[in-house]
């Protein structure tokens, strides 16, 4: 079992940055994949970054260049660093785990970008 805490939204104006934090706890021997995905008010949940534990990274094409994900895997931390805010990037942010056959979310944390 894995459990993970987001931290970290809030309200930003256009252009601005925010960093997202995620700290996991429970059986981590077992993940392998990361990632952030984000949900907005009547979209699909999509995938926003991804880091194996490798340390291997994909981005969604909408957030490349402005978005970075880094994880610790000695501290157990998931970050995301965005930059260059959009009010398209508006949405609920989840933290995610994969761990063999298992799926694991966070809670997830708002972030707003206003205009």
């Known amino acids: 079992q894995v459990r993970l805490v987001e931290s970290g939204g809030g309200l930003v104006q256009v252009g601005g940055s925010l960093r997202l934090s995620c700290a996991a706890s429970?059986?981590?021997?077992?993940?392998?994949?990361t990632g952030w995905y984000r949900q907005a008010p009547g979209k699909q949940r999509e995938l926003v970054a991804s880091?194996?534990?490798?340390?291997?990274?994909n981005y969604a094409d909408s957030v490349k260049g402005r978005f970075t994900i880094s994880r610790d895997n000695a501290k157990n931390t998931l970050t995301l660093q965005m930059s260059s805010l959009k009010p398209e990037d508006t949405a609920v942010y989840y933290c995610?785990?994969?761990?063999?056959?298992?799926?694991?979310w966070g809670q997830g944390t708002q972030v707003t970008v206003s205009s």
């Open positions: 995610n785990a994969k761990a063999g056959p298992w799926e694991y």
């Open positions: 880091i194996t534990s490798g340390g291997w990274k």
């Open positions: 429970g059986s981590m021997f077992s993940i392998g994949v």
